[in-house]
C-alpha cells in the first residue's frame, strides 16, 4: 500500500459547499456597503454646499439659487448616482434654501431614495445621515 496524499472528492464539495453560503452571505452585504459609501459622498458634498451658500448670504444677503452662483460643481462620485439641487425662494424672509440630492434613476441609491438640507442644518431622512 502506497499513501496517496491529496484531496478527496467530498473534501472538495465540502470547500466548494462552504464557500458558496459564504458568497451568498457577503455579496448582499457588499452592496449595502456601496449604497451607504455613495450616500456618504453625497452627504459630504450637501454639507460643503451649504457651507458655501452661508459664505454666500453674508456677501449677496441672499442664498444662491443653484450650484454654478456657488462656482460649484457635482464631483464624479456624486453625479454618478445622484443629482443635486438648490430651492432657494428669493422672496423668503428670512433667507432659506434647501438642498436636495435625488437619486439618478436606473442606479443603486433609487432604493435609498432622496436626501435633504436646509439652512437650518434640518437632515431628511433623519435615519440615513
Known sequence: MSNAKGFTLIELMITVVIIGIL?????PQYGQ??????RSAAEAFMM?????EKQYL?????YAPDLLTLSMTEPPNVSK???VTISAPAA?????F???????TGS??????????????????TGKW
Open 23 to 27: 458568497t451568498m452571505i457577503a455579496i
Open 48 to 52: 460643503d454646499v451649504a457651507n458655501r
Open 81 to 83: 448616482y445622484y443629482t
Open 33 to 38: 456597503y456601496v449604497i451607504r459609501g455613495n
Open 58 to 62: 453674508l456677501d449677496a444677503r441672499s
Open 108 to 125: 443603486k441609491q433609487v432604493s435609498d431614495g432622496a436626501l435633504t438640507l436646509d439652512d437650518l442644518g434640518n437632515k431628511n431622512p
Open 92 to 96: 423668503a424672509t428670512p433667507p432659506t
Open 98 to 104: 434647501t438642498i436636495t440630492a435625488t437619486p439618478v
